[in-house]
């Protein structure tokens, strides 16, 4: 491997050189934190020899580089030139905008205009929108995340760029006749620091060794994420035939599918449990060894289609309204509730699950059946009872989602599903364990953290008695029998007062009118108005923090015997 590097600054290298940034880099991602740091290190703190880094390139032609490391930068760069440049213009100084351009867009030696920077994964917005001088954009053109990037930055920096020629006008000691000029000699010194920016230059023959260069190199501002180290790979590994970059197409297929969706949900950890729910359990930082020794180039096309197609299971299972029918409401149901639980630990077996589902090797009754085990498990193990995993649970996971991966046939999967269910089942903590643990289920105003869980876990009470209310579900609220005011007088504490005993679903008008209320009128005015009771509250007189422990003891019993037993 040949390497050159040189010391040089920016302005020379836009004037002598054209960059290309080739597929396998990730897309322009820097934020306002990147760009404010740029400013204010480049403008407000600039010194003669400010020092950006190194750059990192391979020689496609004479005068023609593709960019390995530093594309955030030069690309800041680029659209910060422009900017200037088109303050320039609006100045009256063609020459200095036209002067500043040409570091953005020239002739080459075919005496054809030809930008400096030339990018794949933002054409053509790039080139229309922000390049592109004294013209208006021709194309309408698709905003995804990168261009959401790109708008940013610029209107970033026409800000920060605009505020230093306006505060020109705001001087009010500035006479009008000289106010143009000084905003010229502005933007000149503006223009100057940017150009006169020091960064070592280092070169490499060829693109094969920029591939494997490129592992190893951060970019200034963000690193390397497991996403931009696998995309290389298959950048590598999958070379373009004739016009169509299908890799290109199918890696953003599976990124907007991901980047899209209305859950938080990341592509580094979609690659991670895509992983571990195929081949093996692997920690993340350990990963990307993995993928690279295991994914050959015979292999590479085969894996990016499985990236493609898993890409949609992972965030079904993360969005109940993805790719679910209204005819499967019980599965979106049941990935809704793991996703409530705050849990990562299952998503290899449901991912696995629901891949076997759309593959046709198990049927729909199946797939609810077991990832209802699934949500019964953890509401038990891990919403009530905080139990911890020594790392067992995470392994059954990963185990049981290959092994499910790997069969073929229906009944194989069955008698797996079925193995899988009862060490579930046998895993689940005591109902002593529970009971505790239920009583110290809390929601009040003050402490409202599990709010969420609690309308879980009525409405799950409320579906397995038919409870019936005179209103719709989605308007009844969670509320308090013995009401909130109460804590802190005699022995009513925020416990027991926000204990799941003492809650019920109520709408707020009937709230209102219930507030003053004894609890004798409370229990004869909601039968009057068709609201269910629990047997319990039905047949208490009185009501008291006893009483509401007993009931939410009564409560577990039924949750664990009944509504989430396995």
Same mark, same amino acid.
């Given at each position: 491997?040949?390497?050159?590097?040189?010391?040089?600054?920016?302005?020379?290298?836009?004037?002598? +050189?054209?960059?290309?940034?080739?597929?396998?880099?990730?897309?322009? +991602?820097?934020?306002?934190?990147?760009?404010?740091?740029?400013?204010?290190?480049?403008?407000?703190?600039?010194?003669?020899?400010?020092?950006?880094?190194?750059?990192?390139?391979?020689?496609?032609?004479?005068?023609?580089?593709?960019?390995?490391?530093?594309?955030?930068?030069?690309?800041?760069?680029?659209?910060?030139?422009?900017?200037?440049?088109?303050?320039?213009?609006?100045?009256?100084?063609?020459?200095?905008?036209?002067?500043?351009?040409?570091?953005?867009?020239? %002739?080459?030696?075919?005496?054809?205009?030809?930008?400096?920077? /030339?990018?794949?994964?933002?054409?053509?917005?790039?080139?229309?929108?922000?390049?592109?001088?004294?013209?208006?954009?021709?194309?309408?053109?698709?905003?995804?995340?990168?261009?959401?990037?790109?708008?940013?930055?610029?209107?970033?920096?026409?800000?920060?760029?605009?505020?230093?020629?306006?505060?020109?006008?705001?001087?009010?000691?500035?006479?009008?006749?000289?106010?143009?000029?000084?905003?010229?000699?502005?933007?000149?010194?503006?223009?100057?620091?940017?150009?006169?920016?020091?960064?070592?230059?280092?070169?490499?023959?060829?693109?094969?060794?920029?591939?494997?260069?490129?592992?190893?190199?951060?970019?200034?501002?963000?690193?390397?994420?497991?996403?931009?180290?696998?995309?290389?790979?298959?950048?590598?590994?999958? /070379?373009?035939?004739?016009?169509?970059?299908?890799?290109?197409?199918?890696?953003?297929?599976?990124?907007?599918?991901?980047?899209?969706?209305?859950?938080?949900?990341?592509?580094?950890?979609?690659?991670?449990?895509?992983?571990?729910?195929?081949?093996?359990?692997?920690?993340?930082?350990?990963?990307?060894?993995?993928?690279?020794?295991?994914?050959?180039?015979?292999?590479? %096309?085969?894996?990016?289609?499985? &990236?493609?197609?898993?890409? %949609?299971?992972?965030?079904?299972?993360?969005?109940?309204?993805?790719?679910?029918?209204?005819?499967?409401?019980?599965?979106?149901?049941?990935?809704?509730?793991?996703?409530?639980?705050?849990?990562?630990?299952?998503?290899?077996?449901?991912?696995?699950?629901?891949?076997?589902?759309?593959?046709?090797?198990?049927?729909?009754?199946?797939?609810?059946?077991?990832?209802?085990?699934?949500?019964?498990?953890?509401?038990?193990?891990?919403?009530?009872?905080?139990?911890?995993?020594?790392?067992?649970?995470?392994?059954?996971?990963?185990?049981?989602?290959?092994?499910?991966?790997?069969?073929?046939?229906?009944?194989?999967?069955?008698?797996?599903?079925?193995?899988?269910?009862?060490?579930?089942?046998? %895993?689940?903590?005591?109902?002593?364990?529970?009971?505790?643990?239920?009583?110290?289920?809390?929601?009040?105003?003050?402490?409202?953290?599990?709010?969420?869980?609690?309308?879980?876990?009525?409405?799950?009470?409320?579906?397995?008695?038919?409870?019936?209310?005179?209103?719709?579900?989605?308007?009844?609220?969670?509320?308090?029998?013995?009401?909130?005011?109460?804590?802190?007088?005699?022995?009513?504490?925020?416990?027991?007062?926000?204990?799941?005993?003492?809650?019920?679903?109520?709408?707020?008008?009937?709230?209102?009118?219930?507030?003053?209320?004894?609890?004798?009128? /409370?229990?004869?005015?909601?039968?009057?108005?068709?609201?269910?009771?629990?047997?319990?509250?039905?047949?208490?007189?009185?009501?008291?923090?006893? &009483?509401?422990?007993?009931?939410?003891?009564?409560?577990?019993?039924?949750?664990?015997?009944?509504?989430?037993?396995?």
């Amino acid at each position: 491997m040949k390497i050159e590097s040189k010391d040089t600054d920016v302005e020379s290298l836009l004037v002598g +050189s054209y960059f290309h940034i080739p597929r396998f880099q990730r897309p322009y +991602s820097w934020d306002d934190e990147n760009l404010n740091d740029f400013w204010d290190d480049v403008i407000v703190n600039q010194s003669d020899d400010y020092f950006i880094g190194s750059m990192v390139v391979y020689r496609k032609d004479k005068q023609q580089y593709g960019v390995v490391d530093g594309q955030q930068r030069l690309t800041t760069i680029t659209i910060l030139l422009c900017v200037i440049r088109d303050y320039f213009l609006r100045n009256g100084s063609q020459d200095l905008a036209e002067g500043v351009h040409q570091l953005v867009e020239r %002739k080459d030696r075919s005496n054809k205009n030809e930008y400096v920077l /030339k990018t794949e994964t933002s054409f053509p917005y790039f080139q229309e929108y922000i390049q592109k001088f004294n013209e208006d954009p021709e194309l309408n053109i698709d905003i995804q995340l990168e261009e959401r990037n790109l708008k940013n930055a610029h209107n970033r920096f026409n800000k920060l760029v605009g505020s230093v020629v306006n505060s020109i006008d705001q001087d009010a000691s500035i006479k009008p006749e000289y106010k143009i000029d000084l905003k010229v000699e502005k933007l000149v010194n503006l223009r100057d620091a940017v150009l006169n920016l020091n960064l070592i230059f280092i070169t490499l023959d060829n693109e094969d060794d920029a591939y494997l260069i490129f592992e190893t190199l951060n970019t200034r501002g963000k690193d390397l994420a497991l996403t931009d180290l696998v995309k290389n790979h298959f950048s590598k590994n999958l /070379k373009t035939k004739g016009d169509v970059d299908h890799t290109k197409i199918k890696w953003s297929s599976m990124l907007d599918t991901i980047h899209n969706s209305s859950s938080d949900i990341s592509s580094d950890n979609f690659i991670y449990h895509f992983w571990s729910s195929r081949y093996e359990a692997v920690p993340l930082k350990k990963l990307f060894p993995k993928i690279k020794k295991d994914i050959s180039k015979s292999k590479a %096309k085969d894996y990016l289609d499985a &990236l493609v197609s898993d890409s %949609k299971i992972y965030r079904s299972i993360h969005e109940e309204n993805f790719e679910w029918s209204k005819n499967e409401s019980d599965v979106s149901d049941s990935l809704y509730a793991l996703q409530l639980f705050k849990l990562s630990q299952p998503t290899p077996a449901t991912m696995s699950l629901v891949r076997s589902y759309k593959d046709k090797i198990i049927k729909y009754k199946k797939l609810r059946d077991t990832l209802s085990a699934i949500e019964k498990f953890h509401f038990v193990f891990t919403a009530i009872t905080s139990s911890r995993s020594s790392g067992g649970i995470s392994a059954m996971y990963s185990s049981f989602a290959i092994k499910l991966f790997n069969c073929s046939e229906s009944q194989a999967a069955s008698d797996l599903i079925s193995e899988f269910v009862t060490k579930l089942r046998d %895993k689940r903590p005591s109902i002593d364990e529970f009971k505790v643990a239920f009583r110290e289920v809390v929601y009040t105003n003050k402490n409202s953290k599990q709010k969420n869980l609690v309308r879980y876990i009525l409405e799950k009470f409320s579906l397995h008695y038919s409870y019936k209310y005179p209103v719709d579900f989605d308007d009844l609220t969670i509320e308090h029998l013995c009401p909130q005011e109460k804590i802190g007088q005699g022995e009513w504490l925020e416990s027991s007062v926000g204990c799941l005993g003492n809650l019920f679903f109520l709408d707020q008008k009937m709230n209102g009118e219930l507030d003053a209320k004894s609890f004798a009128d /409370k229990k004869k005015i909601l039968r009057e108005r068709g609201y269910s009771l629990s047997e319990f509250v039905a047949n208490s007189n009185s009501w008291t923090p006893d &009483l509401i422990l007993k009931h939410a003891d009564k409560m577990a019993e039924v949750a664990y015997s009944e509504i989430w037993k396995i």
